[in-house]
Nanobody
Framework: QVQLVESGGGVVQAGGSLRLSCAAS????????IGWFRQAPGKEREFVSA????????GYADSGKGRFTISRDNAKNTVYLQMNSLKPEDTAVYYC??????????????????WGQGTQVTVSS
C-alpha cells in the first residue's frame, strides 16, 4: 500500500485557480493509478479525475472537463490536480486515492485501496 497526503486546498473566489497535490510514500507508487474524488456536505463522494501509472491515460468527470488537468511526476511520487475557472459548486473536500493496477484507471471509488485524509476547497461567489 501507499500512504497519501493531499495539500493545496484553500479559499478562492469564483473564477480562480488552485493546484492540489497528492504526495505518496511507498516504493510501489509507480504501480498505482491515482484518482481524485470530492465530497460536498450532504452529498456522496464523487469522481473528479484519474491518471494511469504511466500518465498515458487520464480521465475526467464532465463537471471538470476543460477546467481541470491531472498530471503526475513519478520521480517525486506526486500527482497534481490543476483546477481553473473554479465555481462555487466545486466546493468540497478533495481526496486522492491509489489503485494498484497495471493499465488504465477507474472512476469507481471502491476499486481504490488507499486514501488520503482530504483537503478542503472552498470557492466563494
Amino acid at each position: 500500500q501507499v500512504q497519501l497526503v493531499e495539500s493545496g486546498g484553500g479559499v478562492v473566489q469564483a473564477g480562480g485557480s488552485l493546484r492540489l497535490s497528492c504526495a505518496a510514500s511507498g516504493r510501489t507508487f509507480r504501480q498505482h493509478a491515482i484518482g481524485w474524488f470530492r465530497q460536498a456536505p450532504g452529498k456522496e463522494r464523487e469522481f473528479v479525475s484519474a491518471i494511469s501509472w504511466s500518465a498515458g491515460c487520464t480521465g475526467y468527470a464532465d463537471s471538470g472537463k476543460g477546467r481541470f488537468t491531472i498530471s503526475r511526476d513519478n520521480a517525486k511520487n506526486t500527482v497534481y490536480l490543476q483546477m481553473n475557472s473554479l465555481k462555487p459548486e466545486d466546493t468540497a473536500v478533495y481526496y486522492c486515492a491509489a489503485d494498484r493496477r497495471t493499465t488504465g484507471w477507474t472512476r469507481l471509488p471502491n476499486e481504490y485501496d488507499s486514501w488520503g485524509q482530504g483537503t478542503q476547497v472552498t470557492v466563494s461567489s
